[in-house]
C-alpha cells in the first residue's frame, strides 16, 4: 500500500499537562457518534479511592453506562487506562493497559490487563485514562499524538482488515520514520463477526525492526470496539526514562528498580526461565499433576502433552528479547519467525507468530486434542491476527467437539466439519469461519452459553448435559486449568468478577498440590488476599508475572512463601516513590479492595453480581460422565470412603458419580458462605452498607444499586 | 556426586528424584525439579532415575497465571 486516504473528521490542538507523582491528573473522552473530545480533570476522590488504570476504567465507565445497557448501545464506553507506575522503563512488567467495557459475552463489566506501548503512550501524551462512546459507520481511525499535543478522529476506508497488516501499516504510516514512537490497538474481522474479538495492541521490536503484538483477549472487548466502528487507535510518543512519570523519589524509585531487576536477572535463569520459555514451562507440569485440560476439560493429562511444551518451543521461539515494555527484565514474549501457515489466508507465506503462550497451548491445543506444536502456532496466529480471543475459542471449539463426540450435535448442523477431538484441520476451518462470518463459525463465535440454549432450542439437545459439560460462568469462557481437584480454584474462577479467567487467584498449586489451605476458613483468606493484592497490579498498570513468576531464593522459608512478602514490600516502595502516597502492603490490599467491591457492586447493577451468577458448570467441580469417572476411578472411590464415609459397596458407576456430586456441589456452596463472609457481603453475595463504607466507595449512586438490591444500613 | 540446588550431594546407583530429596529440608514442599534442563514433576519423582553428575535445581512452584 502506497498512498492512504485520510480524511480528518475532527482535529482537537490541546496542551499537554507535566505529569505530577504518576499522573496527569486529566481523562479523554472521545464520543465518536458527534464526535466530541471531551478532557476531563481526575478529582482527587478518584484518585484517592480508585488509584488509576482498571480502577480508573470503571469509574468512567459507571459514569457511561445505565444499568439497562447493552454491549452494543453506542453509550457503552471501550476504556483504556495505564496507572500511576505504568511507563516506568526500568522496574519490571510496567508497561501494562487495562482495558474494561460492557461484555458482549456477559451483559456484565469485563476487563483485560494487556501489554504493549499503547498504554504508557497514551499517559506521557497526556491522559490517565481514555473513554470511548457513541459509534461510527466504520473505518474510523483515532490518533493521540502527544508529540505534537493533537487528537484526530480520521476515516481511512482502504486499511486493511487483518490486524497484522493494519498495525503495520499505520505504524509506518504515523511514525514518521520512527516506528518506535508509534503503539497501535485493533481488532480484526472475527472480532466483528463473533462475540469474543480481543484487541492487539502493539509494541515496536527495535531488534527485529517489526511490529509485534499483545492481546487484550477476554470478554469480547474488540467486539465492542469493532462495533463500534473502531479501526484502530494509534497512541505517538517519543521518550521515556525513569523521571517520565516524575516520581516523588526519584532516588527511591532507582533504588527498587534495580533491585529487582537485579534478582530478576539472576534467578529467572534458575527457576522457571521466562526470558526463554515464557509459560510454556507450565504445559508439562500442568500435564504430570494432571492439571493439563484435554478434551473439554474431562481430562488433566494426556500422553501428547510433553509435545507441546517447553521443550518443544525452545526450540521453536526466535531468540532475542522479548520484552512487552521497555527494560522488563522478565521479558517473556516469545515468538517464532518465518512460520509458514498450512491454512487460510497466509497459506504458504511466512509470517512472525507472536505466542503461544500456556493459555493458547492448552486451550486450542491440549483441550481440542491437539498435540501438534504447527497446529497450535497456526490458530495462534489467525486468531490473534483476525482478532479472536484464543482462551474462548479455544474453550468454545471444545465444547463443540465433545457435542459432537456425544452425537449432541452433528454434521447437519456443522456444515458438514468433523469436530471430533484432533481434528485439527476442521478446527482451522472453523476458526476461518470465525473470521469471514460463515457457517458453523458464526454460531461457535456467539460463545458457549448462548450455544446451550442454541442446541438444546433448535437441535434438540440435552440441556442438562449442555450445561454440566459447557465450560462458562457467568457467560465467559473458562480459562484453561483443571479445578475438579482443587475446591479453591473453583472459586478462584467461579467467584472471580468477570467470570472464570485466573488473574485473580491461582490456588491450585497451593491448595492441591501443597495443601496449604485444608478449612473452608483458609481457602476464604486465599479467596480474599489473592484476588485483591492481583487486581492492585491492574490498578497501577503493571504486571503480575514478575512478583511471584521469580521468587528469592529464601522465599521457601518466610511465614507465608504463597504471598512471597519481599516483592510486597518492594511493591509498596515502588508505589510510595512514584506517587508519594507512603504505602504499606496492606495498603495495597485496601486499595484494590476499594475497587473490587465497586466493581461487584456494578454486576450489580448491570443485573448480575448475586450467589447465583457465581454457579460454575459440574465439569469443574468433578466427573460429569462414566468415563471420567472410571479414567480416575482409585482417585474418587478413596475420595468416597474415606472424605465423605460412603459404603460404596454395590454401587453402579452412576450412582457413585451422583454421590461424588452432591458431596462436591455441597462443598461449593459452603465455600461461597466462607468466601462471602470473608468479603464483607451478604450470603447473596452482595456487599454490605459497612462494606462499602469501611471501604469509603458509599457514594448515593452505589447506595442506590444496594438498596434496590435489597440491601441497606 | 549431583549438584543439588549448588551444593554437592552424594549420588548411589538407582538413585530416584525422590531420594535425592531427602537431603532437601521440607521436601513435601518441593513440587518440581529440574534434572539437567528437563522439568520433572512430583508425581514422577519415584520413577525419575538421577544419573551421576547430574545437576538438579529446585523450581518454586507457587505461581501460574
Redesign the interface.
Same mark, same amino acid.
Given at each position: 500500500m502506497t498512498q492512504l486516504e485520510i480524511n480528518s473528521v475532527r482535529k482537537v490542538a490541546y496542551e499537554r499537562p507535566a505529569i505530577e507523582n504518576g499522573y496527569n491528573n486529566q481523562t479523554l473522552g472521545i464520543d465518536l457518534s458527534s464526535t466530541a473530545v471531551d478532557i476531563k480533570p481526575v478529582p482527587d476522590q478518584m484518585k484517592e479511592r480508585f488509584i488509576g488504570g482498571k480502577g480508573f476504567d470503571l469509574w468512567l465507565l459507571w459514569d457511561a453506562v445505565s444499568g439497562e445497557t447493552r454491549w452494543n448501545d453506542p453509550e457503552n464506553a471501550v476504556c483504556i487506562a495505564s496507572g500511576p507506575m505504568g511507563g516506568t522503563p526500568g522496574y519490571p512488567g510496567s508497561g501494562k493497559s487495562i482495558v474494561t467495557s460492557i461484555s458482549p459475552l456477559t451483559g456484565s463489566v469485563i476487563d483485560s490487563n494487556v501489554g504493549g506501548y499503547f498504554g504508557p503512550y497514551l499517559k506521557f501524551s497526556g491522559f490517565d485514562a481514555l473513554a470511548i462512546t457513541g459509534k461510527t459507520a466504520g473505518d474510523t481511525v483515532i490518533l493521540i499524538d502527544g508529540i505534537d499535543e493533537k487528537i484526530e478522529i480520521l476515516e481511512m476506508p482502504d486499511l486493511p482488515n487483518d490486524s497484522y497488516e493494519l498495525s503495520a501499516v499505520l505504524t509506518g504510516h504515523f511514525g514518521q520514520g520512527k516506528s518506535s514512537h508509534i503503539s497501535v490497538v485493533s481488532s480484526g474481522p472475527g472480532a466483528k463477526n463473533t462475540l469474543f474479538g480481543c484487541l492487539n495492541f502493539t509494541w515496536y521490536d527495535g531488534q527485529r525492526k517489526m511490529t509485534r503484538y499483545k492481546q487484550a483477549g477476554r470478554g469480547g472487548i474488540g467486539t465492542v470496539f469493532a462495533d463500534k466502528g473502531i479501526k484502530a487507535i494509534v497512541a505517538r510518543w517519543d521518550s521515556v526514562s525513569l523521571k517520565s512519570n516524575q516520581p516523588d523519589d526519584l532516588d527511591g524509585l532507582r533504588t527498587v528498580s534495580k533491585l529487582y531487576s537485579k534478582e530478576i536477572v539472576t534467578l529467572d535463569p534458575k527457576q522457571n526461565k521466562m526470558a526463554s520459555l515464557g509459560t510454556t514451562h507450565l504445559v508439562p507440569i500442568m500435564n504430570d499433576f494432571d492439571l493439563l485440560p484435554t478434551h473439554n476439560f474431562k481430562f488433566g493429562q494426556h500422553a501428547g502433552g510433553n509435545l507441546i511444551g517447553s521443550e518443544v518451543f525452545q526450540h521453536i521461539f526466535d531468540k532475542g528479547f522479548d520484552g512487552c515494555w521497555r527494560g522488563c527484565t522478565v521479558a517473556c514474549s516469545h515468538g517464532v519467525r518465518d512460520f509458514v501457515p498450512f491454512t487460510g489466508p497466509y497459506k504458504g507465506k511466512k509470517v512472525f507468530v507472536d505466542g503461544p503462550e500456556y493459555e493458547t497451548i492448552a486451550g486450542c491445543g491440549s483441550n481440542l486434542g491437539i498435540f501438534d506444536p504447527s497446529t497450535i502456532l497456526e490458530i495462534n496466529f489467525y486468531c490473534d491476527n483476525y482478532g479472536l480471543d484464543t482462551i474462548s475459542v479455544g474453550t468454545s471449539v471444545a465444547f463443540v467437539m465433545e457435542c459432537f463426540e456425544m452425537s449432541q450435535i452433528s454434521v447437519e448442523h456443522t456444515g458438514g466439519l468433523q469436530l471430533y477431538f484432533g481434528n485439527r484441520l476442521d478446527a482451522l476451518e472453523l476458526i476461518h469461519q470465525m473470521a469471514r462470518g460463515e457457517g458453523f463459525g458464526t454460531v461457535v463465535g456467539q460463545g458457549i452459553r448462548r450455544m446451550k440454549a442454541l442446541f438444546a432450542r433448535e437441535y434438540g439437545a440435552d440441556a442438562a448435559i449442555l450445561q454440566d459439560i459447557g465450560m462458562e460462568s457467568k457467560g465467559l469462557e473458562f480459562s484453561e486449568y483443571m479445578t475438579k481437584e482443587s475446591l479453591a480454584q473453583q472459586g478462584g474462577y467461579g467467584m472471580a468478577l468477570k467470570g472464570p479467567q485466573h488473574d485473580e487467584a491461582w490456588l491450585i498449586f497451593l491448595d492441591m498440590v501443597h495443601n496449604f489451605m485444608p478449612t473452608f476458613d483458609q481457602k476464604a483468606e486465599a479467596l480474599h488476599w489473592f484476588p485483591m493484592f492481583r487486581t492492585w497490579f491492574s490498578l497501577c498498570g503493571l504486571c503480575k508475572l514478575p512478583w511471584n513468576d521469580i521468587v528469592p531464593e529464601d522465599n521457601k522459608d518466610t511465614l507465608e512463601p504463597a504471598k512471597v512478602m519481599k516483592h510486597v514490600n518492594w511493591y509498596a516502595d515502588y508505589f510510595t516513590a512514584v506517587t508519594g502516597r507512603k504505602s504499606s502492603p496492606d495498603d495495597l490490599i485496601s486499595m484494590s479492595e476499594a475497587v473490587y467491591n465497586f466493581q461487584r457492586v456494578f454486576n450489580l447493577k448491570m443485573g448480575y453480581g448475586r450467589r447465583e451468577h457465581d454457579a460454575i458448570p459440574y465439569r469443574a467441580m468433578g466427573p460429569v460422565t462414566v468415563e471420567e469417572y472410571e479414567s480416575r476411578t482409585e482417585r474418587y472411590d478413596k475420595q468416597l470412603i474415606e472424605k465423605h464415609e460412603l459404603d460404596i459397596a454395590g454401587l453402579s458407576v452412576e450412582e457413585k458419580v451422583a454421590a461424588l456430586r452432591k458431596f462436591r456441589e455441597e462443598q461449593y456452596a459452603e465455600l461461597q458462605d466462607a468466601v462471602y463472609q470473608r468479603r464483607g457481603w451478604t450470603q447473596d453475595g452482595i456487599p454490605t452498607v459497612a462494606t462499602v463504607k469501611r471501604l469509603g466507595i458509599d457514594f448515593p449512586e452505589v447506595l442506590a444499586v444496594l438498596e434496590e438490591n435489597g440491601v441497606s444500613a | 556426586m549431583i549438584t543439588l540446588d549448588g551444593k554437592q550431594v552424594p549420588w548411589r546407583p538407582d538413585m530416584s528424584v525422590a531420594q535425592l530429596l531427602a537431603y532437601v529440608e521440607?521436601p513435601e514442599?518441593v513440587?518440581?525439579i529440574r534434572l539437567n534442563g528437563?522439568? +520433572?514433576?512430583?508425581? +514422577?519423582f519415584e520413577a525419575t532415575a538421577v544419573p551421576d553428575n547430574a545437576e538438579v +535445581?529446585l =523450581?518454586?512452584? =507457587?505461581? &501460574? &497465571?
Open positions: - | 521440607k514442599q513440587a518440581v528437563k522439568l +520433572v514433576s512430583r508425581p +514422577v +535445581v =523450581i518454586p512452584m =507457587i505461581a &501460574g &497465571g
